[in-house]
């Protein structure tokens, strides 16, 4: 039978190249898991998908409610879940002060990291119902994330400190709205998401891999600079980032190479290892990639899982 892929975020950028990428080969039903559902349509018929090959399922990541809805509905669509990818993010670069989400947590950890996390944990389920021959739970990490890196040593630098203000709620009230309980920075909050996303990866390896045979996998895709991920950065920004990256620093790569790469992550026999970091050298070629110490602290990701499940219910 063909897969069943659902995809967050897959109205642009990455996710919509990985969802034309695998719709194409015909293996692959992709259910796109999008806040904006015309938007998520129109996206679909630009990039020329099939109609059948894809389905269209709202789902707001800043609303934990929403999440909820959206497990509900899946499941009454009847379809297994042979892999889920969380995709979708939200980067707010330039911002000076916190916006939060429906349930009152800073929005780029409660969309980027909170809301896939109930998302990931609640679908657990249904992964593990899936008689595919193999089933993955695939996070989007990111180079910038990962002090070990020189991307990673851009200030702000990510860092989530001791948790003291995810632990208070995020909510710029009684807490931080910062993860280390510092002051607001838009772009650390980013990185921090991001940290969050691959320290819940290697959370969920350690807990389900070996119960479950489910494979648990992150990746940093490459610079991809033409995304809509930078539509808040300013506009000089905007104008010089994918040239710089092309070819300065050579990380860039497009959308549609980035689609292909992630592609393989949910398909490819060779990628079934659990608990890995994938990324790309310079010729394209797939390799395991070290995290950077923060994003590899297992202490911290077990804290890190606590507060979380906290926060979105679940304990
Ligand atoms: P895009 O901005 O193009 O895509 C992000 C997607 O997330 C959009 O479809 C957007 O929906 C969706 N989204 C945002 N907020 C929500 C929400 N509240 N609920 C549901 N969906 C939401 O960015 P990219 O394709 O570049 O990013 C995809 C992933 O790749 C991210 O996880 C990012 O961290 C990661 N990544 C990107 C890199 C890059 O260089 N671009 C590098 C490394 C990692 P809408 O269309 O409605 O806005």
């Not at 990039?47 to 990541?61: E, F, N, P, R, T």
């Not at 609640?122 to 008689?131: A, P, Y």
């Not at 996998?217 to 809509?228: E, K, N, Q, V």
Request: proline share 3%; aromatic share 8%.
């Amino acid at each position: 039978r063909q897969g069943v892929v659902v995809i967050t975020g897959a109205s642009s950028g990455l996710g919509l190249a990985t969802a034309k990428a695998l719709a194409e080969t015909g293996k692959w039903h992709v259910v796109m898991a999008c806040r904006d559902f015309l938007k998520a349509e129109t996206a679909a018929k630009s990039a020329g998908m099939a109609k059948g090959s894809y389905s269209i399922m709202h789902l707001d990541l800043a609303s934990l409610d929403s999440v909820r809805q959206f497990v509900h509905g899946f499941r009454q669509s009847g379809r297994p879940l042979d892999v889920l990818v969380c995709n979708a993010a939200i980067y707010r670069p330039t911002a000076r002060t916190p916006t939060y989400t429906a349930d009152g947590y800073e929005m780029s950890v409660g969309v980027n990291h909170l809301g896939h996390f109930l998302l990931a944990n609640l679908l657990l389920e249904d992964l593990k119902k899936s008689d595919y021959p193999s089933r993955r739970l695939i996070i989007l990490g990111s180079i910038t994330g990962n002090s070990n890196t020189l991307a990673g040593n851009v200030p702000p630098k990510a860092g989530l400190g001791d948790l003291r203000g995810l632990a208070g709620g995020l909510s710029g009230m009684t807490s931080s709205a910062m993860i280390d309980g510092g002051d607001f920075d838009g772009a650390k909050a980013y990185k921090d998401s991001k940290i969050c996303n691959m320290l819940t990866m290697q959370e969920f390896h350690k807990r389900f891999h070996e119960e479950t045979g489910i494979t648990f996998a992150s990746l940093y895709p490459g610079c991809i600079a033409t995304t809509g991920l930078f539509r808040e950065h300013i506009p000089l920004f905007r104008l010089l980032f994918p040239p710089f990256q092309k070819f300065i620093t050579k990380g860039f790569v497009s959308e549609e190479e980035s689609g292909k790469r992630l592609a393989k992550v949910v398909s490819d026999p060779s990628l079934t290892k659990s608990g890995v970091y994938w990324s790309w050298n310079k010729d394209s070629a797939c390799f395991e990639n070290q995290l950077s110490q923060e994003a590899s602290d297992s202490a911290k990701a077990q804290k890190l899982w606590e507060i979380s499940a906290k926060l979105v219910g679940l304990a």
